[in-house]
């Protein structure tokens, strides 16, 4: 009976353990249009953990028009600049995920970009919401393009030599006890 509850033990220590390792996921990221007005849960929470309206904004990546493929870094636009964020997943875009690239936790200092032209609303929430023609003009507009070409390091001529677009997917940024999370539309993001 004493052998019996102990290898009990010992076997959901094991289990227990087994869970709690870290673990490569493969995400599936099917490829549709992402910004269209839909929900999101902004508004909602409790007063620890809460999704602000506002607290929205974009990772974009310079792709080949051609085939999709990544041709930059990806980088976070959002017009709030979180600074608690102490554990997020790295910068990773749809055609990444798509190709098999799976979620990687980083503890390196998170990095996104507060641009001087403020975003439109990216995602829709109970008080208001996204308007599909304002984001396409903003992302559309000369001089945003030019400083998304500084923040990913590309050049702007080659960018709009009709060779490269953009693929901008929704970000939301929500509090969590106290801590920023920043997620992407695949869940990927920030704790």
């Known amino acids: 009976m004493r ?6 033990a010992i076997l959901m220590a094991v289990l227990l353990f087994l869970l709690l390792l870290p673990q490569n996921q493969r995400v599936y990221a099917a490829g549709e249009g992402n910004i269209d007005g839909g929900g999101g849960g902004f ?12 607290d929205d904004g974009v990772r974009v990546t310079i792709v080949s028009a051609s085939d999709g493929s ?19 997943f790295t910068k990773t875009c749809k055609t990444s995920y798509r190709a098999g690239a799976s979620l990687t936790l980083n503890t390196e200092p998170y990095v996104c970009y507060r641009p001087n032209q403020a975003l439109p609303t990216i995602i ?11 984001i396409k003009r903003y992302f559309t507009d000369e001089q945003v393009l030019r400083g998304i070409c500084n923040y990913c390091g590309f050049d702007f001529n080659t ?3 009709g060779d ?3 693929l901008i997917e ?22």
Not at 3 to 8: D, F, P
Not at 128 to 134: A, H, K, L, M
Not at 175 to 187: A, C, I, K, P
């Open 159 to 161: 960018l709009i030599s």
């Open 124 to 134: 829709s929430s109970s008080t208001g919401g996204s308007r599909i023609e304002q």
């Open 70 to 88: 990544v041709a930059s870094a990806s980088v976070d636009l959002t017009n709030r600049s979180p600074s608690n964020i102490v554990i997020h």
């Open 43 to 54: 508004g909602n929470g409790s007063s620890t953990n809460k999704w602000v309206n506002g």
């Open 170 to 191: 929704p970000l939301g940024i929500c509090d969590l006890s106290r801590h920023t999370n920043s997620n992407d539309g695949y869940g990927s993001g920030t704790v």
């Open 3 to 8: 052998v019996a509850k102990r290898a009990g």
């Open 164 to 166: 490269y677009k953009l």
